[in-house]
């Protein structure tokens, strides 16, 4: 698609339930990324796709976050059980492969707002 | 690891006028990037000006520029006759140029516009 595309773009849940976030990035972007943004805080890095494989999901906070990306294209990223603290803008972002003409910049979707009751 | 600091929560400036939003980081690599982002209230994280750090000129666009100093490792943002539109968060953030690696941000800065 045009651009980096996310649903729902909010999602109220009662706490202990389980959620799911969608990212459907750029067409030709092997690069996927998710972020964490709490109210009036800046964005923390949750888990970083190449292709289907995560290299680097340090940012996971807890085990009850997992994210998986299918076809080298859309990701989910899942929370299960989820608890108040969990409530925060999801961002999604994408990029292009490395090695080609790569100017570094990731172009992000609109996120969901995920509200733990 | 790397950290970007962004010293100031909030920022205002009047219609027309110019201001610079500060933003230091800390690495020892010497090939990377740096962004500055635009985040409005509809959440989307717009990019607004790139620098590589291995180009000594300063970018430019429009009425944004920035001054890179690699050896101070500070990287400010000049916005020249701010306008209303420009009312925002702005987020600095870096990313070593190896791969896809992440982008780690800093906290933001709010910036106000007074008409």
């Keep these: ?117 | 690891a790397q950290t970007v600091t962004q010293s100031q929560p909030e920022m205002s400036v009047q219609e027309a006028e110019t201001v610079t939003l500060s933003c230091t980081y800390d690495t020892s690599e010497s090939d990377y990037y740096l962004f500055w982002y635009k985040q409005p209230p509809s959440r989307q994280m717009i990019l607004v000006i790139r620098q590589e750090a291995y180009k000594q000129q300063n970018a430019t666009e429009n009425r944004f520029s920035v001054n890179f100093q690699k050896a101070a490792k500070s990287f400010s943002l000049k916005i020249s006759d701010s306008q209303l539109g420009d009312a925002a968060m702005y987020f600095c953030a870096y990313r070593r140029n190896f791969g896809n690696e992440k982008l780690t941000f800093g906290t933001g800065t709010r910036l106000t516009i007074i008409p």
């Design chain 1, 1 to 117: 698609g045009a651009g980096v595309s996310q649903s729902p773009s909010n999602k109220v849940t009662e706490k202990g339930k389980d959620v799911e976030l969608r990212c459907d990035p750029i067409s030709g972007h092997t690069a996927l990324y998710w972020y964490r943004q709490s109210l009036g805080q800046g964005l923390e890095f949750l888990i970083y796709f190449q292709g289907n494989s995560a290299p680097d999901k340090s940012g996971l906070p807890s085990d009850r976050f997992s994210a998986e990306r299918t076809g080298g294209s859309v990701s989910t990223l899942t929370i299960q059980r989820t608890q108040q603290e969990d409530s925060a803008v999801y961002l999604c972002a994408s990029s292009r492969r490395a090695g080609v003409t790569n100017t570094g910049e990731l172009f992000f979707g609109e996120g969901s707002r995920l509200t733990v009751l």
